[in-house]
């Protein structure tokens, strides 16, 4: 069931999220969709570097002094200042990952508003492929090359330890942004992916 969840769970999130920042870029500007962006989603993330994240690390640090594996603590497990207040987002890390690739995405709308003509080519050549039998062994292959450069068993992986992102973690969900985003505004391509 886990192996399962986790196969389609955070892909289907940033798939979802790509779409509507797409959907709102469109309906809004830039520099709002920005302020947004950090509103919904940085301050979140502040606030649950500050407040959630150390209690967590509280807890853990807390299991391990009652339960100790053999020989010593292990020094992420000491209680310190460093350890309760580390930039380990643990379970908030989607968070800074939706953030970094948000900002990504709508610097990369700006380039290409200055050049319409590719953004044309790029939702003509997606609605192609979306359009064609091709399509799921197409995505398929692309996400299959992200992943051959992660280790674990969950496809995906485990996020990063600290804020700075996985690069293949980053480029994975930034692949399943994109997929929504481009899927934003193209109906008949809503149609054809159910």
Do not use: C
């Not at 200042?81 to 380990?88: C, D």
């Not at 481009?182 to 391509?189: R, T, V």
């Amino acid at each position: 069931v886990v192996w399962f969840v986790h196969t389609w769970h955070m892909p289907l999130f940033f798939a979802i999220s790509g779409f509507l920042a797409a959907s709102a870029l469109r309906r809004s500007t830039a520099v709002r969709q920005l302020r947004a962006r950090f509103r919904r989603l940085g301050l979140p993330l502040v606030v649950g570097m500050l407040a959630v994240v150390p209690l967590a690390n509280l807890l853990v640090i807390g299991a391990a002094a009652l339960w100790p594996r053999k020989g010593e603590l292990p020094p992420k497990r000491e209680l310190d200042l460093a350890n309760v207040f580390s930039l380990n987002p643990r379970h908030l890390w989607f968070i800074a990952y939706l953030l970094m690739i948000s900002l990504l995405a709508i610097g990369v709308w700006l380039a290409i508003q200055r050049a319409p003509k590719v953004g044309v080519a790029i939702n003509r050549g997606f609605g192609q492929l979306m359009r064609s039998w091709w399509a799921v062994p197409a995505l398929a292959s692309i996400s299959a090359a992200i992943l051959i450069t992660k280790t674990g068993w969950v496809a995906g992986g485990s996020a990063s330890n600290s804020l700075v992102p996985a690069p293949t973690l980053f480029a994975y969900f930034s692949f399943f942004f994109v997929f929504g985003w481009l899927h934003s505004g193209q109906s008949d391509l809503i149609e054809q992916l159910k």
